[in-house]
């Protein structure tokens, strides 16, 4: 392909023209290069360490300021302006200050109120309920359909609409369905759980509301810039309708996602559309997600899909009868078309079908439903609790015939959260669903508002961790001052640097390594840091990291220059294993192989000695152009030594390094080229 035609930003067409000098080009060939794809661009911007430190010297540009400036970054902080977040920041403030404005009610039970502790027992079980059912159901030797298959009893916990609502599963999913097909995991719970809980919506459940529920309005009609609190307010074009003015009915979660947060919210996720109803649950399977509501009699209830961890409790229980599924999910698609038809047109709730148009299969199950809700009342209404209720928790381990060590003790770890969540005072409070909601969104917006800080803040840098590091290094080894990040004298050193690895020249440097070496001798020290040859083949004086002193080459190499080979090693290893113990993936035997190469040695030694490069040639197998290339990187590396000595006040290293520089600047090495001159 042509890659880019025409200019950025200037041209909306570009014209590509094919010359074929002899032959056109085979028919698929042309179709690949008219139609293939582009390589993609892969940034390949770095940190080092004399880059932070040169703009830590610096006031006019960060090293934050850099990294966002990078190619790696671009697409990132585009997509971040593109969304107003300052603005979003605000509006996420604002909601968090009205929700705190309106407290918590009363408790009725006394003082002090326990809904909080309630709602994060509630939470906590909930992830750990997903993570025992995500391990069971690839243990369980019973079949994945007795799990979480369809007709099992479930309650279900999915502010603002429902917690602690009876409900069946009407739609099971398997083991493929349940773990790691959405990444993320449920929230990051488990407490050891091997194996990631999908995130998708994978199950469809009839849920059974609360009295006095008010279905909400189609959730087409909703604005996107609608605000967030216990109302809710809709804004239409034509009217505006609250869940309130229709009866004060608890707002459900409507077409908001699962976390009942609306507008700005919803659309938050760099990676892709926000987890809820109506996109999460299109992953996958293709199938667009239930959220459907319908009544019989009096009482209403949700077809909707759920989450792995929207399940708090998996019950022992399951229908008798073998479930309509397909017939209760049809019923379910033509109700949610009737509601899109009618979406925005009336300020009116949607028509839904009524017990007498309802199928037999839906009215069966909500007759089931309010029985098993009335029974489930009655016993929670005693005194104490009864050794046993007609909803107990499934027990994994005996039911399921699961003798697994692992699930054992994870499974261990969720009876306590239950047996909580029953003797709590709060479980049976007819103020539990508002309090929970006011409590969740509470949790929500502080949730959103944290993560529009990371967004804004130089966290959210990919580089970020990496500079964090590298900045830990620095200060460490008395680069910098880590309070006040002051580049220190070694770091004012590092920062004349550019030809080799900074840090293991300066520590050189200070170490006083040069110090007892003569002019030739320092020359073929420094040629360990430029030499380019590959280190697998024994030539001259040196292999890799280990000098070859039974060569001829080796022999000549006189014992001050050895000892000041090992100590370059020494040095390097060590500084491998300092910014191993930051948490760089550094190796300290790679990180010396890396920058240290003893294949020149002996070379670069005779050659500061004055010999003619014909003789060089003789004791080397090293090609002509490799070591021309590594002595005039030698000249650029003595230069800005002696700027580092210039720098730490060291006269004499710096006239050593003068006479270094004019030794091997002669002969053929430093000839003006043919071409250029």
Wanted: neutral net charge; proline residues 5%.
């Amino acid at each position: 392909m042509a890659g880019r035609a025409g200019r950025r930003g200037l041209d909306k067409v570009g014209t590509v023209i094919l010359t074929c000098w002899k032959e056109v080009p085979p028919a698929p060939t042309l179709s690949r290069m008219l139609t293939g794809k582009a390589t993609l661009l892969s940034s390949q911007f770095r940190l080092t360490y004399n880059m932070i430190l040169n703009l830590l010297r610096t006031e006019d540009l960060s090293v934050e300021d850099m990294i966002k400036r990078s190619f790696s970054e671009f697409a990132t902080q585009r997509a971040l302006g593109a969304r107003d977040l300052p603005l979003l920041l605000a509006k996420t403030h604002k909601a968090l200050e009205r929700e705190r404005k309106k407290g918590t009610a009363p408790c009725l039970k006394g003082d002090p109120p326990a809904i909080e502790e309630y709602y994060a027992q509630s939470r906590a079980t909930a992830l750990q309920t997903a993570a025992v059912v995500s391990q069971a159901l690839t243990l369980a030797k019973t079949g994945n359909k007795l799990l979480m298959g369809e007709g099992r009893y479930i309650k279900v916990s999915l502010p603002p609409a429902f917690v602690n609502a009876l409900g069946m599963i009407v739609k099971g999913a398997d083991a493929a369905d349940l773990l790691e097909g959405g990444g993320g995991g449920a929230g990051g719970g488990g407490g050891g759980v091997g194996g990631g809980v999908s995130s998708r919506q994978v199950l469809v459940a009839m849920v059974l509301c609360q009295e006095g529920f008010v279905p909400p309005l189609p959730a087409e009609g909703r604005d996107d810039g609608v605000e967030v609190g216990e109302d809710n307010k809709m804004k239409r074009n034509k009217k505006k309708t609250t869940n309130r003015e229709r009866g004060g009915g608890v707002s459900p979660f409507g077409g908001g996602g699962h976390d009942g947060l609306h507008g700005p919210f919803s659309s938050l996720s760099l990676s892709g559309p926000p987890a809820g109803v109506g996109q999460a649950g299109r992953e996958g399977g293709g199938e667009e997600p239930f959220e459907v509501y319908g009544s019989v009699g009096s009482r209403y209830y949700a077809l909707v899909s759920l989450r792995l961890e929207d399940v708090i409790v998996v019950t022992n229980r399951r229908r008798k009868q073998r479930l309509d599924t397909e017939g209760i999910l049809a019923t379910g698609r033509a109700m949610q078309h009737a509601a899109k038809q009618q979406a925005g047109t009336s300020s009116l709730p949607p028509s839904f079908p009524s017990s007498s148009t309802s199928s037999s299969v839906i009215m069966d199950v909500m007759d089931e439903l309010l029985k098993t809700e009335k029974e489930e009342a009655k016993a929670l209404a005693e005194d104490s609790l009864p050794p046993s209720l007609p909803l107990d928790p499934l027990n994994f381990p005996k039911d399921l015939k699961i003798n697994d060590l692992d699930f054992m003790q994870s499974y261990s770890r969720l009876l306590p959260g239950q047996q909580a969540l029953l003797s709590s005072k709060c479980h049976t409070c007819p103020l539990l669903l508002s309090q929970y909601t006011h409590i969740h969104r509470l949790r929500r917006l502080e949730q959103k508002a944290s993560q529009l800080e990371h967004w804004l803040s130089n966290e959210s840098l990919a580089l970020f961790p990496d500079f964090q590091q590298r900045l830990a290094v620095l200060g460490a080894l008395g680069y910098i001052d880590l309070n006040s990040q002051v580049v220190q004298l070694k770091g004012r050193a590092a920062c004349e640097v550019n030809t080799c690895e900074e840090l293991l020249l300066t520590e050189m440097v200070f170490d006083n390594v040069l110090e007892p070496l003569e002019p030739a001798e320092i020359a073929g020290l420094l040629s360990v840091f430029v030499c380019q040859e590959k280190s697998g083949k024994e030539e001259g004086g040196g292999k890799g990291t280990k000098l070859d002193v039974d060569s001829k080459a080796g022999q000549a190499i006189p014992p001050a220059l050895r000892v000041a080979c090992g100590k370059v090693l020494e040095i390097a290893r060590h500084l491998g294993d300092v910014q191993r113990c930051f948490n760089l993936p550094t190796d300290p035997e790679s990180f010396a192989t890396q920058h240290v190469n003893l294949a020149l040695v002996d070379v670069v030694y005779e050659w500061a000695r004055g010999v003619n490069f014909k003789d060089i040639m003789e004791i080397s197998t090293v090609q002509e152009g490799s070591i021309v290339r590594c002595i005039t990187r030698l000249d650029e590396l003595c230069r800005e030594v002696r700027n580092a000595a210039r720098m730490m006040g060291d006269p004499a290293l710096y006239r050593k390094m003068e006479v270094v520089s004019q030794s091997i600047k002669r002969d053929i090495v430093f000839a003006g080229s043919l071409y250029l001159s």
